[in-house]
Every structure is written in C-alpha cells, then in structure tokens.
C-alpha cells in the first residue's frame, strides 16, 4: 500500500467520469488507461 496526497475533488470527478465508486478505483482505472494509451 502507497499513500498518496490527492486533489479529491479531481478525483472524485474522475470517479464520476469513469464509472467507478471510489478514489482508488478511479486512479487504478486511469493508470491503466494512460499505460494502455502509451504501449498499445
């Protein structure tokens, strides 16, 4: 487990955005995107 300083309110967007149901969810997803979007 890592903490992190977030914006919460860029996160709770994102969570919005996304269609997840938490902060963690929400930078799990666009980590994966933003590394998907990089080398595929």
């Known amino acids: ?4 300083r977030l914006d919460t309110h860029l996160a709770d967007e994102a969570a919005h955005i996304l269609g997840v149901k938490s902060r963690t969810e929400a930078v799990h997803t666009a ?3 933003i ?3 990089i080398f595929f």
Do not use: Q
């Open 35 to 37: 590394v998907a979007l």
């Open 31 to 33: 980590l994966r995107e």
């Open 1 to 4: 487990m890592t903490s992190i």
